[in-house]
């Protein structure tokens, strides 16, 4: 268990607080200061809520907050359990309205019904936090709970939640996944923290389906901030995985946030992306720069929400240096 807490303590350090890209229209001001100010007061579990965007409570603040396990706070909320739902987890220094979380629930509000959840857990990883690795067992924990609760009370298939989670957000995303009674419909994390702590944060047994997306991972020395090694059904490694199109290519990657922060950058383009992410099955990213991997062999993947395709292996594709960057079947 100890391990974990130095490279979650790293990413915790250098969180995406302003990971760039345009606002969604209408952001004001006032709430885009209360968007990036991170909790100063570190907290505990019994303040964590869940907030709740659907169609009919569509802006940014206009969120409900789901009070956990609270009958009444369920009954007055828009929660409806035959729609798809979604379970967001920010990173470290941040909140459950955080830029990828807010632009992410306009783009999948925009095309269908979904209960959108942003958990916000921000005070239990913030300075001063004591133990981040037992803050994120906790929140992961305690959202499992509301995920069976809500199974309970309302007949949501597990299978119809979708987990997801950015950089230390990724690791609770995934422990979503071990707490739950059921088996979660679908886990993605993106560029999540170094991780050798027990139980694994990531797993191939937490979701029917896992998809992890590599977008910095490997050595510190690098400047890369969380890791290549391959967590789930399927692994997307980003232009190798490495450094991003248009990001430092060297150390200096680490103190620009620039790689990291583009994970959720593609996961928001991602939902309504047209071109979209296309991947191919490939062994490694020489291979892919070599030409060989040109063939969609046992499929394509078009990296995203919208892939329901359920193959397992490593995955590449290359991207554009800025927005929009997608490039379709472009290898
Ligand atoms: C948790 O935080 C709440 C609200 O700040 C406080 O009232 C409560 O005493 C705290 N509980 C523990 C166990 O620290
Ligand atoms: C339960 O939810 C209701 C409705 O949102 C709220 O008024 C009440 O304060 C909540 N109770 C607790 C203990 O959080
Ligand atoms: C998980 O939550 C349950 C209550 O729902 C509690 O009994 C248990 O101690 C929690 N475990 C962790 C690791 O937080
Ligand atoms: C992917 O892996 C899982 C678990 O290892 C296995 O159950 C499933 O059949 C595999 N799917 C494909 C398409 O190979």
Not at 28 to 33: G, Y
Not at 69 to 77: A, I
Not at 273 to 286: I, K, L, N, V
Request: charged share 15%; proline share 7%; with cysteine.
């Amino acid at each position: 268990m100890k391990n974990i807490l130095i490279a979650l303590l790293l990413a915790l350090a250098t969180s995406c607080l302003a990971c760039s890209g345009p606002d969604p229209p209408g952001w004001s001001s006032t709430s885009q200061v209360r968007s990036y100010s991170p909790p100063v007061t570190p907290g505990n579990i019994s303040t964590v809520t869940h907030h709740l965007w659907t169609r009919s409570n569509f802006g940014d603040p206009d969120y409900y907050v789901l009070y956990p396990l609270n009958k009444t706070s369920l009954e007055e909320s828009p929660f409806n359990p035959e729609w798809p739902t979604y379970f967001f987890f920010h990173g470290g220094h941040s909140n459950a309205e955080t830029h990828w979380c807010r632009l992410s629930k306009t783009e999948m509000l925009i095309r269908r019904e979904a209960n959108v959840f942003s958990t916000d857990y921000g005070h239990m990883v913030t300075d001063g936090s004591e133990d981040i690795n037992d803050a994120v067992n906790q929140v992961a924990n305690l959202t499992a709970a509301v995920i069976d609760w809500l199974h309970e009370e309302t007949g949501l298939l597990h299978s119809q939640v979708h987990s997801v989670g950015h950089s230390l957000g990724g690791n609770t995303a995934g422990l979503v996944g071990f707490y739950l009674k059921g088996k979660l419909g679908r886990l993605t994390v993106m560029d999540p923290s170094k991780d050798t702590s027990d139980p694994p944060t990531v797993d191939t047994s937490y979701a029917s389906y896992v998809d992890v997306w590599h977008t910095n991972g490997g050595p510190v020395s690098e400047g890369a901030e969380s890791t290549l090694t391959r967590l789930g059904h399927v692994d997307f490694y980003v232009n190798g995985g490495t450094h991003q199109a248009g990001c430092p290519q060297d150390y200096t990657d680490f103190f620009a946030q620039c790689s990291h922060c583009r994970a959720s950058d593609f996961w928001v383009e991602s939902i309504n992306a047209d071109p979209p992410f296309t991947a191919w099955p490939c062994d490694s990213w020489d291979d892919y720069q070599g030409g060989l991997c040109q063939d969609c062999g046992q499929g394509c993947l078009d990296m995203g929400p919208n892939d329901v395709k359920r193959l397992n292996g490593t995955y590449y594709l290359r991207t554009a240096p800025e927005p929009p960057f997608a490039l379709g079947d472009q290898q």
